[in-house]
């Protein structure tokens, strides 16, 4: 026992990191939760579907931070749930679709996915702009649709809560940030549900998954990331309401791009 302890410990600082970034950002905490579980399964001898597992062990506790941080958010009354309302279908259609997909990918294909986009999500962290705008509102059917199903395709396919491309979209939509982090939080739960039930049902009897596994969703990275992230995420919605994050976002995605770059890497290289 006293061997897992570091582990537990490195599970229980990232899962409170993890919370702080879905109330800070709106994110779900999953571009932190991915990369740590992947490089600890593989650590632990984990590695015959170690991607696949990260993600979705990633989506099962995006659901717990989700619905903490979109609470949190809710009694500032920050969060549009007609919008929550009429892009969630659309979402779980393509979080259902991502987590289909994925049970076809190789795992080297899910991290080169994940590092890649990671590496483009960092440009928006560190050069986004909050006041830049494509349109005065949020699209309507049918691109309602395509977007809001891609989101969760690409979402689920990298075990993100959506919050990313939720808070860019409506940012350059019209709305405002707090608004935007508020309401793409709720994305996490329409992404993270359906998604962790796929990604169990795919991983039913394949060989290689650490114990406690449900499918490809490892229950023990749950119940400790979860319990960590949970008691942090009102901690960072506080912050998202009372700071100014610019410069927190910049450093946030130096670090992303050390670790895009490193996924990039394993992928091409296979580690």
Known sequence: MESYLPFLAGLIAVGAFAGL???????????????????????????????????????AVIVATSLRSVAAHAKR????????????????????????????????????????????????F????????????????????VLGAFIGILSSLMGIGGGVFGVTLMTVCGRSIHTAVATAA?????????GAIGFM??????????????????????????????????????LAHSLNPARLRQAFAIGLVVVALNMLREAVFGG
Do not use: C
């Open 21 to 59: 970034i879905a109330g800070l950002f709106g994110i779900g905490g999953g571009v932190v939760m991915v990369p740590a579980l992947y490089y600890t399964f593989n650590a632990l001898g984990y590695d015959g579907h170690a991607m696949h597992a990260a993600v979705g062990t990633s989506l």
């Open 77 to 124: 009354g920050a969060v549009d749930f007609h919008v929550l309302r009429t892009w969630t279908p659309w979402i779980v259609v393509g979080a259902l679709a991502g987590s289909a997909i994925a049970d076809l990918a190789p795992g080297r294909a899910l991290t080169g996915l994940f590092g890649a986009v990671a590496l483009l999500l960092s440009a928006q």
């Open 126 to 145: 560190f050069f986004g702009r909050p006041d830049w705008k494509l349109a005065d509102d949020l699209p309507g059917l049918p691109l309602r649709g």
């Open 186 to 194: 709720g994305f996490g739960v329409a992404i993270g549900l359906p």
């Open 201 to 238: 049902v795919a991983g039913m009897g394949e060989p290689m998954r650490a114990p406690f596994s449900v499918g490809y969703v490892n229950a023990a990275g749950f119940v400790v990331l979860a319990a960590a992230a949970v008691g942090l995420a009102p901690v960072g919605a506080h």
